[in-house]
């Protein structure tokens, strides 16, 4: 893969170092919050405060992604989330931040990431040749599945040298690296080359803001795998994630002796989900949502397993299994969007996707601290848990989840609604330009 498509491997490398970053970033946020008095309801509040923003830009994302190139609008994020984590480094080593500063960096960060990310998603078919797009997604998920490994054992170097304030300066250098590669790409279109005739008159062709909203959204609702994959992804980023953003980091502070332990659980994590990749990048499963939705209900234990009271290590071993089911069930969630979904909408359907899932997920942030402060931490990690397993169980009940087909037939141009709705599949397989 990376040695035939050479601007995938190129950009592959740029947001390679991103990604490390970006996992710096990870553990060191809500331990620089805590390492300014807060507590556990401020790092929801800090982490909540980088997601809020995808409720009110992420569809003008996905409608401008649609209609600018991707690479442009995912330059002008990476600069911005630069500039961000530059002055959230800053006053971390200055010893000015407060809850309040960092809650405020983070909104602006989050509103970077709202038009990054239908973007990104909307690349990668321009890159890559459609029956590769398994692959490169699989490759990604390596990438930020390895940085989960290397970044945490970078962060708790650099926590221990320069505190959380050194990590963070981390994170900015790699968006840096990243706009540095974008910014060498040059315009790709839906032919792969700038300038293509037929990606630059389907752009042209634009409607209204609310009506290309509306074809985005139609393209969401007609096929039955797709909301309902969104909805069971919203319940695990708002029921499952909070137990790994928020209490997980302060089990480990009050129990397990601090950021140390946290790294570990962290790094095991990690070593689990190159496994998913590698299993990912090797399997070709023929019923993709399927495996997916199998995998999302492996993955949803993460709450109780954090909870559990076991030995860290014990804790560790079977967060690696769940890192498994993570990455196996997103590479083929985004295959399967790339695949089914037409090219010239894909950023707009990515957009419903962070918006219903990852959008809503300051509610679950926000909730997580005061939840475990009436309930107690274990008894709502536990809860967590026992609503999160059955909404991923619950997809395979769907036949339209069940029997979604790998890939469309030979020559076909739409989706039938066994799958659903229009979906061209010939005109996204010439060509690709992708990120992480």
């Known amino acids: 893969m990376l040695r035939t498509e050479r601007r995938f491997a190129r950009l592959f490398v740029g947001q390679s170092l991103s990604v490390l970053g970006d996992r710096v970033s990870f553990v060191a946020l809500p331990f620089a919050v805590l390492s300014i008095g807060g507590s556990a309801a401020d790092v929801g509040l800090v982490t909540a405060a980088g997601l809020l923003p995808l409720l009110v830009f992420t569809l003008a994302g996905g409608v401008w992604?649609?209609?600018?190139?991707?690479?442009?609008?995912?330059?002008?994020?990476d600069l911005l989330r630069c500039a961000v984590q530059t002055a959230a480094a800053v006053l971390l080593l200055t010893g000015t931040a407060r809850v309040g500063l960092?809650?405020?960096?983070?909104?602006v960060f989050g509103?970077?990431?709202?038009?990054?990310?239908?973007?990104?998603?909307?690349?990668?078919?321009?890159?890559v040749p459609a029956d590769r797009l398994r692959e490169a997604n699989a490759l990604r998920g390596f990438v930020q599945s390895t940085g989960l490994v290397v970044g945490p054992a970078l962060a708790g170097l650099l926590i221990?040298?320069?505190?959380?304030?050194?990590?963070?300066?981390v994170d900015a250098a790699s968006f840096a690296v990243s706009a540095a590669v974008l910014a060498r790409l040059g315009t790709v279109d839906s032919a792969g080359t700038a300038g293509g005739a037929d990606g630059g008159a389907e752009r042209a062709e634009r409607l209204g803001f609310l009506a290309e909203l509306r074809v985005g959204w139609q393209q969401v609702r007609s096929r039955t795998w797709v909301w309902s994959g969104m909805l069971a992804i919203a319940v695990y980023h708002v029921v499952?994630?909070?137990?790994?953003?928020?209490?997980?980091?302060?089990?480990?502070?009050?129990?397990?002796?601090?950021?140390?332990?946290?790294?570990?659980?962290?790094?095991?994590f990690g070593l689990g989900s190159i496994v998913g990749d590698v299993c990912s990048y090797r399997l070709k499963p023929a019923r993709p949502m399927a495996v997916a939705a199998v995998a999302m209900a492996v993955?949803?234990?993460?709450?109780a397993i954090i909870g559990s009271g076991a030995p860290v290590w014990v804790i560790a071993a079977l967060e690696a299994v769940t890192g498994v089911g993570v990455s196996l069930c997103f590479v083929l969630w985004e295959t399967s969007l790339q695949v089914h979904i037409p090219e010239r909408v894909l950023s707009r359907v990515s957009s419903y996707d962070h918006l219903i899932s990852v959008a809503l997920m300051p509610l679950g942030l926000v909730l997580a601290g005061p939840l475990s402060d009436s309930l107690g931490v274990r008894p709502t990690l536990f809860g967590m848990t026992v609503l999160a397993v059955p909404a991923a169980l619950a997809l395979l009940a769907l036949p339209a989840v069940r029997h979604l087909p790998a890939s469309l037939p030979s020559g076909s141009e739409s989706e039938s609604e066994s799958g659903a709705g229009p979906g061209s599949g010939a005109g996204r397989g010439a060509a690709v330009e992708a990120v992480v």
């Open 111 to 127: 509103v970077a990431d709202a038009f990054f990310l239908p973007a990104s998603t909307g690349l990668l078919p321009l890159l």
């Open 65 to 77: 992604a649609d209609r600018m190139p991707r690479q442009l609008i995912m330059l002008a994020s």
């Open 240 to 268: 499952v994630l909070p137990s790994v953003f928020v209490l997980g980091p302060v089990l480990a502070e009050r129990e397990w002796g601090g950021a140390g332990a946290w790294t570990v659980v962290v790094i095991a």
């Open 160 to 169: 221990a040298a320069v505190g959380p304030g050194g990590a963070l300066a």
């Open 102 to 107: 960092l809650a405020l960096l983070m909104a």
């Open 299 to 303: 993955a949803s234990c993460q709450a």
